[in-house]
């Protein structure tokens, strides 16, 4: 059984930063990429960023330069550190795996930016 569990959001100002992690069980998880998408209020999902299993990275282009993705195959854990966190990144922020043709999401977890 598949399960990815998200941690780290919380409720931050303008220019912070925030580090959020997503532990991932049921797979061999280096064999796989994982993303981070985000949904707003009244807004479609959206891909935030990835990572490959062998660590190439790609970025939407409003959060390149502040934010960076990475994983370590030794926790079985994919990271997400937002810097410069900006009001529009406020969303619910979700982990991400494809696994054949299925997707496999967590939960989510809160990101609001707000003085």
């Known amino acids: 059984q598949v399960q990815l569990v998200e941690s780290g959001g919380g409720l931050v100002q303008p220019g912070g930063s925030l580090r959020l992690s997503c532990v991932v069980s049921?797979?061999?998880?280096?064999?796989?990429?994982m993303s981070w998408y985000r949904q707003a209020p009244g807004k479609q999902r959206e891909l935030v960023a990835s990572?490959?299993?062998?660590?190439?990275?790609v970025y939407t282009d409003s959060v390149k330069g502040r934010f960076t993705i990475s994983r370590d195959n030794a926790k079985n854990t994919v990271y997400l550190q937002m810097n410069t966190l900006r009001p529009e990144d406020t969303a619910v922020y979700y982990c991400?795996?494809?696994?054949?043709?299925?997707?496999?999401w967590g939960q989510g977890t809160q990101v609001t930016v707000s003085s």
């Open positions: 991400k795996t494809k696994i054949f043709n299925n997707n496999y």
């Open positions: 049921g797979i061999r998880f280096s064999d796989f990429g």
């Open positions: 990572i490959t299993s062998v660590s190439n990275t």
